[in-house]
């Protein structure tokens, strides 16, 4: 789908670099946070997820961190690779299931 | 295992027909979400479903959007009738439980 708007902030970064995104949720009562990655033309998917008792969660290549303090995200991307390519959203649970996402995030990988 | 699926991929409309989206969610999941995606609001939440049961369509724009679970493998999202500012595109997601929610592929609407 046209997902990504004209105006989404852009992180360029070099293949085999490190990459990290940020996000500032809104709901300090929220104890559930997503992250999920958008290529063109295709629905959001799910890459990590991180709860409130947390502040730090790996999984293959990506880390989250959880700074309750300032209500900040971050998403890790290790050794970024020209198909991490792709508008990244995160995402805060309101209430038993409904999520509420950011803006998103685009980041473009130059070989 | 074939995702959430939905139907048309594309729909170009003209302003005041009525429009209906399509969705199969992912066999078992008992979670349906319809959220709309624009440049100038993002990804939205529109209403879901818990087993077939709307549970909160707060975000339902206007009374000209209506959503159906009839059974748990089938939703609509008609707008009806439909304006060039519903141009968008309308996610389906489906999910079980509390667990992640699975987008579908989006279908991109066009209202003239």
């Known amino acids: 789908g046209e997902s990504v708007g004209l105006h989404l902030p852009t992180l360029s970064v070099q293949e085999g670099d490190n990459s990290i995104i940020n996000c500032a949720y809104s709901n300090s009562a929220s104890d559930y946070f997503i992250w999920y990655k958008q290529e063109s033309g295709k629905g959001p998917q799910f890459i990590i997820d991180i709860r409130s008792n947390m502040d730090k969660r790996q999984g293959q290549r990506v880390t989250v961190l959880l700074n309750k303090t300032v209500k900040h995200l971050s998403l890790q991307i290790a050794a970024t690779q020209p198909g991490d390519s792709a508008v990244y959203f995160c995402?805060?649970?309101?209430?038993?299931?409904?999520?509420?996402f950011g803006t998103g995030t685009r980041l473009l990988v130059s070989p | 295992d074939a995702g959430v699926i939905q139907s048309p991929r594309h729909e170009v409309t003209e302003m005041g027909q009525e429009v209906t989206l399509r969705c199969k969610p992912i066999s078992g999941h008992d979670y349906l979400f319809w959220y709309r995606q624009t440049m100038m609001r993002g990804l939205e939440l529109l209403i879901y479903?818990?087993?077939?049961?709307?549970?909160?369509d707060s975000g339902m724009p206007e009374d000209r959007f209506s959503a159906k679970m009839p059974n748990a493998s089938f939703s609509t999202l008609k707008i009806q009738p439909s304006e060039p500012r519903d141009s968008a595109v309308y996610f389906c997601?489906?999910?079980?439980?509390?667990?992640?929610?699975?987008f579908g592929p989006g279908t991109r609407l066009t209202v003239l």
């Open positions: 995402a805060e649970k309101e209430g038993f299931q409904k999520l509420v």
């Open positions: 997601a489906s999910s079980l439980s509390r667990n992640e929610q699975f």
């Open positions: 479903f818990n087993n077939n049961v709307p549970i909160d």
